[in-house]
């Protein structure tokens, strides 16, 4: 069974957490991820200027040997000593994660490459894998999805972010202008492991695998964020009536829906 539940909230801000943005604010359609920084990314931003090349050459690297996936870098982004390397892959499937490369404060450097300091966030890039994975898995329904979302955001005069936006600051997996896939790979480690076994694994088998294991797993969040054009938030009506067309279809992938107005 396919379950839909759609919540809402109205919100003045996003949540949180290391990083910051240049002073100021930007209009959601002027933002294409200018001023993107990590607290105290300040203090290694002329080393990773300085080594950038070299940094993203460690960070594909990286992804291709642990995660036998080719990826191209969006953005490199200063943090406290290191370098935050925001990643994308194209094929065989579609995710934004990132990628830590350590550096050597003291001397103001890159940490030699033996020294493997090159990781990721435990978890991080598996549940960005498995959410490309899914979406792969329901390609169709999601290519629906992002219409009527474009839909609803026209008619309702709400905004969702610019591309570049999206792939300089993204890193939760299975992105687009106007969501995201959050799930726990530990709920998906059979499709995981299918995937490291066969990275080609087709659109048909992953279907059948999801299928077989939402019926014993939470379903994915699918997170809808929507950007207020004004300085005022929609009436609670109008969200009420975005929920309400998005119940009403059927063509949409399976999953846990929440909108975000901000």
């Given at each position: 069974?396919?379950?839909?539940?759609?919540?809402?909230?109205?919100?003045?801000?996003?949540?949180?957490?290391?990083?910051?943005?240049?002073?100021?604010?930007?209009?959601?359609?002027?933002?294409?991820?200018?001023?993107?920084?990590?607290?105290?990314?300040?203090?290694s931003?002329?080393?990773?200027?300085?080594?950038?090349?070299?940094?993203?050459?460690?960070?594909?690297?990286?992804?291709?040997?642990?995660?036998?996936?080719?990826?191209?870098?969006?953005?490199?982004?200063?943090?406290?000593?290191?370098?935050?390397?925001?990643?994308?892959?194209?094929?065989?499937?579609?995710?934004?994660?990132?990628?830590?490369?350590?550096?050597?404060?003291?001397?103001?450097?890159?940490?030699?490459?033996?020294?493997?300091?090159?990781?990721?966030?435990?978890?991080?890039?598996?549940?960005?894998?498995?959410?490309?994975?899914?979406?792969k898995?329901?390609?169709?329904?999601?290519?629906?999805?992002?219409?009527?979302?474009?839909?609803?955001a026209?008619?309702?005069?709400?905004?969702?972010?610019?591309?570049?936006?999206?792939?300089?600051?993204?890193?939760?997996?299975?992105?687009?202008?106007?969501?995201?896939?959050?799930?726990?790979?530990?709920?998906?480690?059979?499709i995981?492991?299918?995937?490291?076994?066969?990275?080609?694994v087709s659109?048909?088998?992953?279907?059948?695998?999801?299928?077989?294991?939402?019926?014993?797993a939470?379903?994915?969040?699918?997170?809808?964020?929507?950007?207020?054009?004004?300085?005022?938030?929609?009436?609670?009506?109008?969200?009420?009536?975005?929920?309400?067309?998005?119940?009403?279809?059927?063509?949409?992938?399976p999953?846990?829906?929440?909108?975000?107005?901000?």
């Open positions: 069974m396919r379950l839909l539940i759609a919540l809402v909230a109205l919100s003045g801000c996003s949540e949180t957490n290391e990083k910051k943005e240049a002073e100021g604010t930007t209009p959601v359609q002027e933002y294409v991820g200018q001023g993107f920084i990590f607290v105290n990314g300040d203090k931003k002329d080393i990773v200027e300085k080594n950038e090349a070299e940094i993203s050459r460690r960070a594909i690297k990286y992804m291709k040997e642990t995660y036998k996936t080719d990826v191209k870098v969006n953005n490199v982004v200063p943090a406290r000593s290191a370098a935050v390397v925001m990643v994308e892959a194209e094929e065989p499937i579609q995710f934004h994660t990132s990628v830590i490369v350590g550096l050597d404060m003291a001397k103001k450097a890159l940490d030699p490459e033996e020294a493997n300091v090159v990781r990721s966030e435990e978890g991080e890039v598996e549940k960005a894998i498995v959410s490309g994975l899914y979406a898995a329901y390609e169709e329904e999601f290519a629906n999805l992002d219409k009527i979302l474009a839909e609803l026209k008619e309702n005069d709400v905004l969702g972010l610019r591309q570049e936006a999206v792939d300089k600051t993204a890193s939760d997996g299975y992105q687009t202008k106007y969501f995201f896939i959050s799930l726990s790979a530990q709920n998906y480690k059979t995981y492991n299918e995937y490291m076994m066969n990275v080609g659109a048909e088998e992953l279907q059948v695998l999801f299928d077989e294991n939402i019926e014993k939470i379903q994915p969040l699918i997170s809808v964020n929507f950007y207020s054009q004004t300085e005022k938030l929609p009436k609670e009506k109008v969200v009420q009536a975005m929920i309400k067309d998005l119940k009403k279809k059927s063509d949409i992938p999953g846990r829906y929440k909108i975000n107005i901000f």
